[in-house]
């Protein structure tokens, strides 16, 4: 296997994990809050996984969409695997916002406006975090 990023970091600022998967939160400017939920081996497909696990990685995003809905109250959250750059299994939890760059296109699409820089405050990264951390316990 040649290297994989994920399998070699953590793929962004630990929020949480445990044996089977972890939650990450990415530095976007673009997209605040945006999250990933990593498998911690590496498995290619969602169909690699027996119908347990697919269940228990997708609990863990769903928990994670709830806690960023909740936190951020963003207009709209995007879920995608796509893995196409990095063929590990994660998923992407992306909180969507009228004034992003690329709303209502996705986050890969053109821009469609300039970028408004909106980093995640320290405070509002802190209760998202632990918001994720109280949904998976």
């Given at each position: 296997?040649?290297?994989?990023?994920?399998?070699?970091?953590?793929g962004?600022?630990?929020?949480?994990?445990?044996?089977?998967?972890?939650?990450?939160?990415?530095?976007?400017?673009?997209?605040?809050?945006?999250?990933?939920?990593?498998?911690?081996r590496?498995?290619r497909?969602?169909t690699?996984?027996?119908?347990?696990?697919?269940?228990?990685?997708?609990?863990?995003?769903?928990?994670?969409?709830?806690?960023?809905?909740?936190?951020?109250?963003?207009?709209?959250?995007?879920?995608?695997?796509?893995?196409?750059?990095?063929?590990?299994?994660?998923?992407?939890?992306?909180?969507?916002?009228?004034?992003?760059?690329?709303?209502?296109n996705?986050?890969?699409?053109?821009?469609?406006?300039?970028?408004?820089?909106?980093?995640?405050?320290?405070?509002?990264?802190?209760?998202?975090?632990?918001?994720?951390?109280h949904?998976?316990?």
């Amino acid at each position: 296997m040649s290297k994989c990023e994920l399998c070699d970091s953590p793929g962004g600022e630990l929020i949480w994990q445990d044996a089977f998967c972890r939650v990450v939160r990415v530095e976007d400017v673009d997209y605040p809050g945006f999250c990933r939920v990593i498998l911690n081996r590496h498995v290619r497909e969602m169909t690699d996984l027996d119908n347990r696990a697919r269940e228990q990685l997708m609990s863990v995003v769903f928990a994670v969409e709830e806690a960023v809905r909740e936190t951020l109250q963003p207009e709209k959250i995007n879920l995608a695997s796509l893995g196409n750059m990095t063929p590990h299994l994660h998923w992407h939890v992306i909180p969507r916002y009228r004034q992003d760059r690329t709303f209502p296109n996705p986050i890969w699409g053109a821009s469609r406006r300039e970028t408004v820089a909106a980093a995640l405050d320290a405070a509002t990264a802190r209760r998202l975090k632990s918001a994720i951390q109280h949904k998976l316990g």
